[in-house]
């Protein structure tokens, strides 16, 4: 099955510097890969996702990247600030259809720490 | 936006006894439900996948008969943890698949402590 590891663990940075997370998957047929954020005791918030007939994917301060022939993709967040520290998580899926039931399986998490 | 509700979103119980969470889907039809269980500090463990109307497929190492999965609507998914024991405790989450855009909707948790 598919299998997802995430660096770093943890992750400090001051404020207004970039901080970037990365992941690495297994299963080749893997297509879909969103990035979330958690913050204690709530639910996974998606603050942005790619799929795999893409590259690059921006949203303002933040942005993944996907390399599917090393299967790696990365989170970049620019200017950070510390409401941007929290907990985020990569997680990948294989698109629902042809026996595939879509599960989505996540990275093991890392504590970004924006220090004023 | 799609909201999948799950109650209750805190739980304390006895050991030994059998505590059920619910996961409703307000607005779209939740064909496929995911259940997740988080202990602090860690990731989100996928437990089972459910299909309305079918049985549920766990992943490796999570007991079916411990961990019971009802998903008998579109609307509709249920966990129940049979005969909970401290270990147990954890915080568990449940995701929907739309498959009408293909994205994930979680519930909000369920902080489960079993004394």
């Known amino acids: 099955g598919e299998n997802v590891e995430q660096h770093p663990s943890t992750l400090s940075v001051q404020e207004g510097d970039s901080a970037v997370i990365k992941c690495t998957y297994s299963d080749s047929a893997s297509n879909y890969f969103p990035w979330y954020k958690q913050e204690l005791g709530k639910r996974p918030q998606l603050i942005i996702d790619?799929?795999?007939?893409?590259g690059e994917k921006k949203d303002q301060r933040i942005a993944v990247t996907l390399n599917k022939t090393a299967k790696h993709f990365s989170l970049h967040i620019t200017e950070t600030q510390p409401e941007d520290s929290a907990v985020y998580f990569c997680a990948a899926s294989i698109r629902v259809g042809s026996g595939n039931t879509g599960k989505l399986i996540f990275g093991q998490g890392t504590t970004l720490q924006v220090k004023p | 936006g799609a909201v999948v509700s799950q109650h209750p979103s805190w739980v304390i119980c006895k050991s030994g006894t059998s505590v059920k969470i619910e996961c409703r889907s307000l607005?779209?039809?939740?064909?496929?439900m995911f259940w997740y269980r988080q202990f602090p500090k860690q990731s989100l463990m996928l437990m089972a996948t459910?299909?309305?109307?079918?049985?549920?497929?766990?992943e490796q190492g999570v007991e079916k008969d411990k961990f019971l999965i009802n998903h008998a609507s579109l609307t509709l998914s249920t966990l129940t943890v049979t005969s909970a024991h401290p270990e147990d405790s954890s915080f568990y989450i449940c995701?929907?698949?739309?498959?009408?855009?293909?994205?994930?909707?979680f519930g909000s948790g369920t902080r489960l402590t079993v004394v």
């Open positions: 995701s929907a698949l739309d498959r009408t855009n293909y994205g994930y909707t």
């Open positions: 607005d779209f039809q939740a064909t496929t």
């Open positions: 790619i799929r795999s007939n893409v």
């Open positions: 459910s299909n309305e109307g079918s049985k549920a497929t766990y």
